[in-house]
């Protein structure tokens, strides 16, 4: 992750990871990188739904504009 967002130039706080499986909460979670978990389709959602999560991706959008407004 460190080198992903190095080579991209950015700080790990302007990054946000969406996934939909437990291994890429917990993979951006050991990279210090915000997690939003995608619901829509996904076998893990039960335990998505806990965190940060987006039900459609539509609403990549509106995270990502109220991501960058923090």
Do not use: T
């Amino acid at each position: 992750v460190d080198m992903a967002v190095g080579k991209m130039g950015v700080c790990k706080e302007n990054v946000i990871s969406i996934g939909d499986s437990l291994v890429d909460k917990q993979m951006s979670d050991n990279g210090g990188i915000r997690f939003y978990g995608a619901i829509w389709d996904s076998k893990d959602k039960d335990v998505l739904c806990n965190g940060d999560s987006i039900s459609s991706p539509l609403e990549i959008i509106s995270v990502m504009f109220n991501h960058k407004e923090q």
